[in-house]
């Protein structure tokens, strides 16, 4: 696996490039379909049948408790708290569903822009650090954590033994 930010490589189960510290787990993820208008409606038209489908229960408790000679509030709470409770709901799915339509948009035009944008090759930065092993820097460049690891060796010393 390459860093698509600087392209050093690394391995498959790190989340993040040890050169510079980029996001890997984000190339490895496909954006989300293009949702088509019927599936917007179909959704729609889901949560609408389940709206009327609560609504006549309601309505049907409501007719039973009135057949059965329930008065008052006994007979006005149970009705407002089921139709307030159907509209939460309704509202939380619609907004759900807005949320999901507004990210796959967001992600068809990023994808759109991408594919208009015209990449310039960069150079990579000026390594600034003196290696400590010039071996394995030929091979590979150090990481953030072992160059600054090197940076604290030398104020690091070893306890001396008593006396």
């Known amino acids: 696996m390459f860093c698509p930010s600087c392209g050093a490589e690394s391995t498959q189960k790190t989340n993040f ?14 954006p989300l379909t ?5 599936k917007i409606t179909g959704m729609f038209l889901v949560i609408a049948a ?6 006549m229960q309601v309505y049907g408790n409501y007719m039973k408790m009135l057949y059965a000679g ?23 799915l ?8 507004t990210v796959a948009q967001k992600q068809a035009d990023q994808a759109a822009n991408q594919e ?13 650090a003196v290696p400590a ?5 030929a ?15 030398s104020v690091y010393r070893e306890p001396r033994a008593r006396e």
């Open 116 to 128: 208009r944008l015209t990449f310039v090759e960069v150079p990579p930065l000026a390594n600034l």
């Open 139 to 153: 091979v590979e460049s150090p990481s953030i954590v072992e160059h600054t690891t090197r940076q604290m060796a």
């Open 94 to 101: 619609v907004r759900l569903l807005s949320r999901v339509i």
């Open 34 to 38: 293009q949702l088509s208008g019927l």
């Open 17 to 30: 490039c040890k050169r510079c510290g980029g996001n890997l787990s984000s190339s490895d993820k496909a």
């Open 133 to 137: 092993d010039p071996l394995r820097n």
């Open 50 to 55: 389940l709206v009327v489908f609560g609504l």
């Open 70 to 92: 329930v008065r008052g509030p006994e007979l006005f709470v149970p009705l407002l708290l089921g139709f307030m409770l159907i509209g939460a709901v309704a509202f939380l």
